[in-house]
C-alpha cells in the first residue's frame, strides 16, 4: 500500500521569498511522484512529475521538486513566490507498473499556500 | 480540444436521497476516474472507468455505483446520501487505463443536509 503525508498543513509566505512545501512517502515498490496545484473553486492542476532519470524535475509556474529516494521525500520548491501562487498543493504518487487495474492516484492531505503582499 | 467538463457545478441533496453526477472526458480519452475530496482532504479515489467497464475500485461502498458510455463520457451514482457524502467530486480522464497521466475536470460541489 502507498500513502503520502504533507508535513505542513500551511504555508504562509510573504511575496517575493522563496518557499518549500514538504512531502513524503511510504511505498513497498518504486513510485511516480506528482505535485498538482488547486485553485480556489477549480480542479486540479499537474504542475510537474518525476517518473524516473534526473532527480530534478522542472515543472510550471516556476515550480521544481526534487526526488529523494533515501528519505522517500519529494519536496516542492519556488525561489520566488507571487500572490498568484495562492493556492492548495497536492503531493501525489501512482505505481509504475500497469497491474491490470487502475492507475489511481494516491494523494495527501495538501498544504494551503498563502502568499502575503 | 475540450478538457474535462462536469455537471452541475453545484447541488444540495437531503439525507437518503439519490444523485446522479456526470463527467465528460477529454477528447481522445477513454478511461475516467471518480475521486472523492472531503473538505480540507486530498482526493480519494473511488473507481475507474474503461471502455465502459468497471476497472477498479477504491475503498467505497457499493451504494457509489458509476456507469460509462459509449462516447467515453462516465455518470457517478450515489445511493442513500449521507451527511459524509458532502464533498467535491472530481472526475479525471486519461488516454487509456495504462496512462499515468491524469487530467481533472473544476468539480461537483456535492452538499447533504
Known amino acids: 500500500a502507498q500513502s503520502v503525508t504533507q508535513l505542513d498543513s500551511q504555508v504562509p509566505v510573504f511575496e517575493e521569498a522563496p518557499v518549500e512545501l514538504r512531502c513524503n512517502y511510504s511505498s513497498s515498490v518504486s513510485v511516480y511522484l506528482f505535485w498538482y496545484v488547486q485553485y480556489p473553486n477549480q480542479g486540479l492542476q499537474l504542475l510537474l512529475k518525476?517518473?524516473?532519470?534526473?532527480?530534478l524535475v522542472k515543472g510550471i509556474n516556476g515550480f521544481e521538486a526534487e526526488f529523494n529516494k533515501s528519505q522517500t521525500s519529494f519536496h516542492l520548491r519556488k525561489p520566488s513566490v507571487h500572490i498568484s501562487d495562492t493556492a492548495e498543493y497536492f503531493c501525489?504518487?501512482?505505481?509504475?507498473?500497469?497491474?491490470?487495474?487502475?492507475?489511481?492516484?494516491?494523494f495527501g492531505s495538501g498544504t494551503q499556500l498563502t502568499v502575503l503582499p | 480540444e475540450t478538457g474535462v467538463t462536469q455537471s452541475p457545478t453545484h447541488l444540495i441533496k437531503t439525507r437518503g436521497q439519490q444523485v446522479t453526477l456526470r463527467c465528460s472526458s477529454q477528447?481522445?480519452?477513454?478511461?475516467v476516474s471518480w475521486y472523492q475530496q472531503a473538505l480540507g482532504q486530498g482526493p480519494q479515489f473511488i473507481f475507474q472507468?474503461?471502455?465502459?467497464?468497471?476497472?477498479g475500485r477504491g475503498n467505497f461502498p457499493p451504494r457509489f455505483s458509476g456507469l460509462q458510455f459509449p462516447n467515453y463520457s462516465s455518470e457517478l451514482n450515489v445511493n442513500a446520501l449521507e451527511l459524509d457524502d458532502s464533498a467535491l467530486y472530481l472526475c479525471?480522464?486519461?488516454?487509456?487505463?495504462?496512462?499515468?497521466?491524469?487530467?481533472f475536470g473544476p468539480g461537483t460541489r456535492l452538499t447533504v443536509t
Open positions: 472507468y474503461y471502455r465502459e467497464e468497471e476497472n
Open positions: 479525471a480522464s486519461s488516454t487509456d487505463r495504462v496512462s499515468y497521466e491524469q487530467y
Open positions: 501525489a504518487v501512482s505505481d509504475p507498473l500497469f497491474r491490470g487495474s487502475a492507475r489511481q492516484l494516491t
Open positions: 477528447s481522445g480519452h477513454n478511461t
Open positions: 518525476y517518473l524516473s532519470g534526473s532527480t
